[in-house]
Nanobody, 129 residues
């Protein structure tokens, strides 16, 4: 397993932005899949998006994330970021990064990322009106 250390998050007003970070100390993920998930209060965990070297661009699992959330990484491929803009109350929840084999980032399914990837500890995001 890979150790993932998350940071960022916190309290933000509706319409604001946040950037979440996910670091992988001692590990480079240039040939792996990276995904971000969210668990809203009282709801099941849902996939938001993923990216790997085997995909063309970012795969979005959540239509609400498309156009507002962007995944990026540092040049060393040791830290990945989730930039979230135009945040809404329904974006409130615990956010998780996941890393797995590059084939785990698939169109229409995040089953493999969910069940076989390595997970960060999660970070709370609260959006208030």
């Amino acid at each position: 397993d890979v150790d993932l250390v998350q940071s960022g998050g916190g309290l933000v007003q509706t319409g604001g932005s946040l950037r979440l970070s996910c670091a992988t100390p001692g590990f480079t993920f240039d040939n792996y899949a990276i995904g971000w998930f969210r668990q809203a209060p009282g709801k099941e965990r849902e996939g938001l998006l993923c990216h790997s070297t085997s995909t063309t661009g970012t795969i979005y699992y959540s239509e609400s994330a498309r156009g507002r959330f962007t995944l990026s990484s540092d040049n060393a491929n040791t830290e990945t970021y989730l930039q979230m803009n135009d945040l809404r109350a329904e974006d409130t929840g615990v956010y998780y990064c996941v890393i797995g084999a590059k084939t785990y980032c698939e169109h229409g399914s995040y089953y493999k990322l969910t069940n076989f990837g390595s997970w960060g500890q999660g970070t709370q995001v609260t959006v208030s009106s």
